[in-house]
C-alpha cells in the first residue's frame, strides 16, 4: 500500500513491455519515413503488382523455413549454437505460447517498418542491414553468432523487400523467424545428434 491508502499499480507484463517497445520503433519509422516525405512504409518505390504482393509473403515464409532449418541443424552439430541456445533460455525465461506470438508478431513489424521500410531506402540495403545487426547485439561474447545472422537476416529481409517493393515478405519471414525460434528456444534443451 502507498502513503494515500492505495494499492501501487501493477507492474508492467513482459507482453505490455514488448508492444510498447515496438510500437515506438513503429512511431520512430513514421517519423523518419515522414521526415523524407514518403510516409507509406509498407510499400516501396512504386505500387507493388498482385504478384509480388502475393509472393512476397510465400517467399518469405520459405526464405524462414530455409533459415529455420539451418539454426536447428546448427544447434545439433555446434557447440556455439547450443551455447547460444542456453544462453536464450536462461536470458528469456519461460515463455507462454501468447508471450511468443505477441513477441514475433510485434518484432516483425516494428523491426520491418524501422529498418526495411523507414531505413532502407534512406541508408540503402548494407547500412540498414548493419544498423539491423547492432540492435542484435546480446550481453556478452557468446551472443555474436546472433549479431552475425541478423546482420545476414538484414540483407535478406532487405533484398526480399527490394524485390518484392512491399514489406509483406519481410514481415512474414520475420514472424516466422521469431515465431518458430521463440518456440523452440521455450521447449526442451538443444540436444546434439548423437543425443
Given at each position: 500500500m502507498s502513503l494515500s491508502g492505495e494499492a501501487p499499480p501493477p507492474p508492467l507484463s513482459r507482453a505490455s513491455l514488448v508492444i510498447g517497445l515496438?510500437?515506438?520503433?513503429?512511431?520512430?519509422?513514421f517519423v523518419i519515413a515522414?521526415?523524407?516525405?514518403?510516409?507509406?512504409?509498407?510499400?516501396l518505390g512504386g505500387a507493388p503488382t498482385g504478384a509480388q504482393l502475393v509472393?512476397?509473403?510465400?517467399?518469405?515464409?520459405?526464405?524462414?523455413i530455409a533459415f529455420v532449418v539451418a539454426t536447428r541443424f546448427a544447434t545439433q552439430r555446434f557447440e556455439w549454437a547450443?551455447?547460444?541456445?542456453?544462453?536464450?533460455?536462461?536470458?528469456l525465461g519461460p515463455l507462454s505460447p501468447r508471450e511468443i506470438a505477441i513477441l514475433?508478431?510485434?518484432?516483425?513489424?516494428?523491426?520491418?517498418?524501422?529498418?526495411?521500410?523507414?531505413?532502407?531506402?534512406w541508408l540503402g540495403v548494407w547500412l540498414q542491414a548493419i544498423v539491423f545487426a547492432l540492435l542484435h547485439v546480446g550481453p556478452g561474447k557468446r551472443f555474436l553468432p546472433w549479431t552475425a545472422s541478423a546482420f545476414v537476416l538484414g540483407l535478406g529481409f532487405?533484398?526480399?523487400?527490394?524485390y518484392t517493393q512491399?514489406?509483406?515478405?519481410?514481415?512474414?519471414?520475420?514472424?516466422?523467424?521469431?515465431?518458430?525460434?521463440?518456440?523452440y528456444i521455450a521447449g526442451a534443451p538443444a540436444r546434439t545428434a548423437h543425443s
Amino acid at each position: 500500500m502507498s502513503l494515500s491508502g492505495e494499492a501501487p499499480p501493477p507492474p508492467l507484463s513482459r507482453a505490455s513491455l514488448v508492444i510498447g517497445l515496438y510500437a515506438a520503433m513503429g512511431i520512430a519509422a513514421f517519423v523518419i519515413a515522414a521526415g523524407r516525405g514518403d510516409p507509406d512504409l509498407y510499400r516501396l518505390g512504386g505500387a507493388p503488382t498482385g504478384a509480388q504482393l502475393v509472393l512476397g509473403p510465400l517467399v518469405g515464409i520459405a526464405f524462414a523455413i530455409a533459415f529455420v532449418v539451418a539454426t536447428r541443424f546448427a544447434t545439433q552439430r555446434f557447440e556455439w549454437a547450443r551455447d547460444l541456445h542456453a544462453s536464450f533460455r536462461d536470458l528469456l525465461g519461460p515463455l507462454s505460447p501468447r508471450e511468443i506470438a505477441i513477441l514475433a508478431l510485434a518484432s516483425s513489424i516494428g523491426e520491418e517498418l524501422l529498418f526495411r521500410g523507414a531505413l532502407m531506402p534512406w541508408l540503402g540495403v548494407w547500412l540498414q542491414a548493419i544498423v539491423f545487426a547492432l540492435l542484435h547485439v546480446g550481453p556478452g561474447k557468446r551472443f555474436l553468432p546472433w549479431t552475425a545472422s541478423a546482420f545476414v537476416l538484414g540483407l535478406g529481409f532487405g533484398a526480399l523487400a527490394d524485390y518484392t517493393q512491399n514489406l509483406g515478405g519481410p514481415i512474414a519471414a520475420h514472424f516466422t523467424i521469431n515465431f518458430l525460434n521463440l518456440r523452440y528456444i521455450a521447449g526442451a534443451p538443444a540436444r546434439t545428434a548423437h543425443s
